[in-house]
């Protein structure tokens, strides 16, 4: 990929960064109230993919989701202000972290539901292909979810009626406080794939690169008629399951290592190499850094939600 | 029952009251207790035997359970509704004083329980019984105050029905309306009969059998059971209640005999010619399927008769003799369900062959059940036929309150004079009993005679 | 109109949205070539095709989360559960995604799916297959359930589902599908969140809905020969519930019993029951009655299950006793 490609893609995920390193203060500060799952380290993932999407495209995420909506095309205030539960708000104050969505972005939503998302993204791709849409439609979920029955009945379902999903399996090593050498006794996910006749595809996470090229080809896999593919990105997550989570599950020195292998470092040493100016990258740490503190300005400054708006929108 | 494990629920104690055994009793004279306390009882049992002004009758147990007291001794007087005794449920503990329910014997009914949830625990119940003096449902409260009714006027017309009382019995109260169950309610609606002529009852509902008995007393029959003797044998014996057509029978026909004094009057009449007529007549009509009787002859020409002696066709209301204007000569029908005597109406206008069509219908009608009411009411006078049964003679009871009856006998050939001479003709004899307060003999002998002249002459009823 | 069952008038009631609408689809194991386990999508495969009418691996999380995704991208998928009781393995789809989506996202997603389930014992199928779970989605906010008894309201109902912006359940009952009475050939509706009283009278009103509305009806021949007049109130929608049609006939009879198959405990009767408690209190000549199935699962031998299910007679002892004389504890 040339520069001006990846120049945004290293912005989108600074940005992503930006705002999820301030969920805890935030939370301390009592402005954000319930359950956040950060996906600081994986922002690699959410971008590389989403970048082989287009706006035709449709994503369905889970609790870890702020990096994929954002990387998907949702301004960062709108985020934000879900986020502090502000009227403002994507959505309206209502969701909440766990439930951002917005579908005209082709955004069909986090989810609080591990695995849930999986058979939604089925759906959506049974509409793409009755409806004769140009369009595929991926879904991310992590190596806890590759457990739940929603995997295999979506895999499965997928794969007999070729539908256009890309089922991308973020492998953080964790589901929860269960790591995978505990929960799994095999080593890649993506081998489950054959189980059900579709590629498995593994990749490093981490490696932007690496995910948009694999993204696209699953991506012209799926367009072409041939159907679903299962990708593994290995990657990591810096923090703790959520907020709360004292993390007693793993060692300080794993977490050291995994941040050496940070996915936008390696993306800015990459451009660095390539030519990019130091003056361009700092220019853009600081227009990250503005534009999350903006949207943060905007989200305090916006109003609660109505009494009335509780009882809005049950039924269509 | 209970509805979450389907089983019914185990019986508690209940109140056995006077019930109201004819539509004017108030109260009754405890004759005799055929149980003692402690004693088991069955349903269906004899449990105590009561005299009215009317009757003396045994009253049975509705339900299953131990005689635990007995609250109205031998020779006391109770009013309708008031408790007897108090039957408990096998295992019951009554020590606690509890309120017992309310039932009653067949001829009355009562309120029954409702079993709601099983989690009456024993303390609440204390506090329940505290507090439930007089209970009113809401939808009762609603309408007193609607009324502008007050609680304790309330409480003094209600106070003693032991059970929460319903707007329904406000509005009864209100508009001085007769406590009916709904079968009564549909009944009466049916038969006609005004709630102004019902008495009003204080707690106990009229029911759909005392409708029943009171449609036959509309048509102007009372119910006279004083002649009920009792019979002091001890031998064996089988024994079987009197019921339904069998026991209505037997009291109208003590009412006939003990009300209207009977005279009997007997006629031997010549029925060759009838007899060839109506052989050669069932040969002709065989065919069509219609088959003619001297039944049907003998119907023509008492209708016919009465024309000619209206006043046979009469009855007496009190003082006053009503001479009917339509001469309806009932048939009387031996049925297994006891007699029945369906009406031929206006018969003096009918030919002997619609009498006959007529006379079928009704009979098979009367004998598969399927009368209706307005087919048995009506009549004027009655045939009857014992003819079949070999009966030479006989004294009919009078229907009242018809004047009189006419019995058919059997016909038989007998060597008579005719002409001077010896000849075989069949004979029968016609036997009339006539109310003495309404005719007397002359007049009955002339009716009597105008009913022997067509029929010994029987072209003319052809005619 | 055209007399027919109550499967038939289903079916007839797809058929005719199927026609109307492309975007309606029928999703399910076993809906296709095998016809549908009681033969009610079978000719609707034949008439509309694979693409129409969907045959599912046996997945039913899949099966309804696949409904949902469809939904949000604008299709009008009408999925079947084979027997209520499979729900439990669907639960999420329906109870997390498809009542909640909407507000969640504050009015961005709709999610406009049918869920058809066949409940209702009586053909000794045994507890696994014989369930009435209707209690628990009329529990649900942001859902809506129907369980139409006839067959002109199942084919009302079913139109009006489909056409819904909302998640339906729609409950049929194994012994309604033989039931049969007269339907209009057009295209009426009828609609949701409206009871129907299919017997007017003025002593009890008896509330009821699905599989026992037959009963009800024939309780209530019986006991108008012995004077006492039945009004049956038909419920016809679950949630939302018909509270003005319930309070006004019980207003006027005074007296009410709620009647369904379901175990009693914290059922629909006991919904209706607080309902009529608020709401017609001053009205009230006797606390209302609930008849109900037994809290027992289903037994598979025929009599014992014939004691689980509420009887005629049962509803007549009931109705009897509450019309002479009110409750007396």
Known sequence: MGTEELLPLYKKMLEIRNLELLIKPLIREGLMRGFSHQSVGQEGVAVGVCSALSDRDYITSNHRGHGHVLAKGLELKLVMAELLGRATG?????????????????????????????????????????????????????????????????????????LPVLFVCENNLYGMSGPVKKMLLIEDIAIRAKGYGMPGI??????????????????????????????????????????????????????????????????????????????????????????????????????????EAAFRDVYA | MDQSTGKEETHIATNFNMPQLSLTMTEGTIASWLKIEGDHVEVGESLVEVET?????????????????????????????????IISGAEENLSTGQEARTTSAPGGTASTAIEYAKTQAGSSDKLKEERRKFLLSP??????????LDPRKLEKIFGDYKRRITSEDLSEWLEQKPKMTPLAAKMAEELGISADSLPKTKDQRITARQIELLSQEAVGKQIDRSAQIKTGYKTEATRQKLTGIRRMIGERMLQSKSTAPHVTLNREIDVEDLTRLIEKMNRDWGMKGIKFSL??????????????????????EGEELVTWKEINIGLAVATDRGLMVPVIKQANLLTVLEISKTSAELTQKARSGKLMLDQLQGGTFTVSNLGMYGVDSFTPVINPPEAAILGINRNVQK??????????????CLSLSFDHRILDGAEAAKLLADIARPLEEPYSLLQ | MTMMTQLEAIRCGLSEEMKRDSSVFIMGEDVGLYGGVFGL????????????????????????????????????????????????????????????????????????????????????????????????????????????????????????????????IFIEHKLLYKSSDEVPDDDYTVPIGKADIKRVGKDISLITYSGMLPKALAAAAELSSEGIELEVVDLRTLRPLDSATILESVCRTGKAIVLHEAPLSLGIGAEVSALIMEGAFDYLDAPVVRIAGKEVPSPYNDTLEAQVIPTVGQIVTVARKLRHGGCND
Request: glycine share 10%; charged share 25%; aromatic share 6%.
């Open chain 2, 415 to 428: 060597p008579v004079v005719l002409d001077g001479q010896v000849a075989i003709r069949r004979m029968m």
């Open chain 2, 139 to 148: 939808a009762a409260r609603r309408l007193a105050k609607e009324k502008g």
């Open chain 3, 41 to 168: 999508t079978g000719p609707l495969w034949k008439e509309f095709g694979d693409d129409r009418v969907i045959d599912t691996p046996i997945s039913e999380l899949a099966i309804v989360g696949t409904g949902v995704g469809a939904a949000m991208l604008g299709l009008r998928p009408v999925v079947e559960i084979m027997f209520m009781d499979f729900i439990t393995l669907a639960m999420d789809p329906i109870v997390n995604q498809a009542a909640k989506l909407r507000y969640m996202t504050g009015g961005k997603i709709k999610v406009p799916m049918v869920v058809r389930m066949l409940g209702g014992g009586g053909l000794s199928v045994s507890a696994q297959h014989s369930q009435s779970l209707e209690a628990w989605f009329a529990h649900i906010p942001g859902l809506k359930v129907v369980a139409p008894a006839t067959a002109y309201d199942g084919k009302g109902l079913m139109k009006s589902a489909i056409r819904d912006d909302n998640t339906v």
């Open chain 1, 90 to 162: 994507c959505c309206g104050g209502k969701g909440g972290s766990m439930h951002i969505a917005d579908p005209s972005l082709g955004i069909l939503g986090a989810n609080g539901i591990v695995g849930a998302g999986m058979p939604i993204a089925v759906g959506a791709a049974l509409a793409i292909k009755k409806q004769g849409m140009d369009s595929v439609v991926a879904c991310f979920f992590g190596d806890g979810a590759a457990n739940e029955g929603s995997f295999h009945e979506s895999l499965n379902l997928a794969a007999i009626w070729k």
């Open chain 2, 53 to 85: 002004d009317k009757v003396n009758i045994v009253l049975e147990s509705p339900v299953q359970g131990r005689i635990h007291k007995i609250l109205a001794k031998t020779g006391s007087v109770i009013k309708v509704g008031e408790p007897l005794c």
């Open chain 2, 295 to 316: 039944t049907h002859f003998c119907v023509l020409a008492g209708a016919r008769a009465l024309e000619l002696n209206i006043n046979a066709n009469s009855s007496l």
């Open chain 1, 202 to 307: 593994i990749g490093d996470g981490n490696d932007i690169e690496e995910v948009h090229k694999l993204t696209a080809e699953a991506v012209a896999r799926a367009k072409s008629g041939q159907g679903p593919t299962l990708l593994e990105f290995k990657t990591y997550r810096w923090f703790g399951h959520s907020v709360n989570d004292a993390e007693a599950y793993r060692t300080r020195e794993e977490v050291e290592e995994w941040k050496k292998l940070c996915p936008i470092h390696r993306l800015r040493d990459k451009l660095l190499t390539r030519g990019v100016t130091q003056e361009t990258i700092e220019r853009i740490d600081s227009e990250a850094k503005a534009a999350v503190e903006e949207a943060l300005e905007y989200a305090k400054n916006s109003p609660n939600p109505e009494p």
